[in-house]
Nanobody, 115 residues
Framework: QVQLVDSGGGTVQPGGSLRLSCTAS????????MGWYRQKPGQERELVAN???????EYADFVKDRLTISRPGNRATAYLQMNDLKTEDTAVYYC?????????WGQGTQVTVSS
């Protein structure tokens, strides 16, 4: 079992930045990838970024070099640095950790981009 805690969301103006954090506990050693999905009202969750051990980061097309995912030392915490935020980035962002066939989700953190 893996437990995840999302944090770092908030309200920013267009062009602003936020850094999301995802801290895992439990069977952290079994986590092979960590990433984020986001969900807008009335829409399905969509992949934002993912980082698997031994692989390059994977980003959604809409990221366009504005976001950077990292997991220093492949330890328990992953980060999503979000720059040049746009109003269309407003959503609830959910951390995900995978241990082979199983996926675990964080509780989500709200990101609102508004002037």
């Amino acid at each position: 079992q893996v437990q995840l805690v999302d944090s770092g969301g908030g309200t920013v103006q267009p062009g602003g930045s936020l850094r999301l954090s995802c801290t895992a506990s439990g069977s952290v050693i079994s986590v092979v990838s960590m990433g984020w999905y986001r969900q807008k009202p009335g829409q399905e969750r969509e992949l934002v970024a993912n980082l698997a051990l031994g692989y390059r980061p994977e980003y959604a097309d809409f990221v366009k070099d504005r976001l950077t995912i990292s997991r220093p030392g492949n330890r328990a915490t992953a980060y999503l640095q979000m720059n040049d935020l746009k109003t269309e980035d407003t959503a609830v962002y959910y951390c995900i950790a995978q241990t082979g066939p199983r996926a675990f989700w964080g509780q989500g953190t709200q990101v609102t981009v508004s002037s």
